[in-house]
């Protein structure tokens, strides 16, 4: 079984940066795709960014260019850098452990984040 817990969610300013962390437990959390997904009321989950076990990386095309996700596999920690943040970014942010296409096997328990002057 492995747990999964988010920090470093909040308030923050349009064109502000927030880094959100993931700490897994379990043994092999080195072999499994991690990512972040989020999700504001009334829509679907959605897929933020996504990092193999070999550091392929991908992106909605909504993030390209302003969030990079990272991994430590020695921590056992996912981040995802989020920078020049918007008002359409505010959402709960999910971690998300071993992705296999569309499923997820893990879920943190989610981060508020909220952009806004």
């Known amino acids: 079984q492995v747990q999964l817990v988010e920090s470093g969610g909040g308030l923050v300013q349009p064109g502000g940066s927030l880094r959100l962390s993931c700490a897994a437990s379990?043994?092999?959390?080195?072999?499994?795709?991690m990512g972040w997904y989020r999700q504001v009321p009334g829509k679907q989950r959605e897929l933020v960014a996504l990092?193999?076990?070999?550091?392929?990386?991908n992106y909605a095309d909504s993030v390209k260019g302003r969030f990079t996700i990272s991994r430590d596999n020695a921590k056992k920690t996912v981040y995802l850098q989020m920078n020049n943040l918007k008002p359409e970014d505010t959402a709960v942010y999910f971690c998300?452990?071993?992705?296999?296409?569309?499923?997820?096997?893990?879920w943190g328990q989610g981060t508020q984040v909220t952009v806004s002057s």
């Open positions: 998300a452990g071993d992705i296999r296409g569309s499923w997820v096997e893990y």
């Open positions: 990092i193999t076990s070999g550091g392929s990386r």
């Open positions: 379990g043994s092999i959390f080195s072999m499994y795709t």
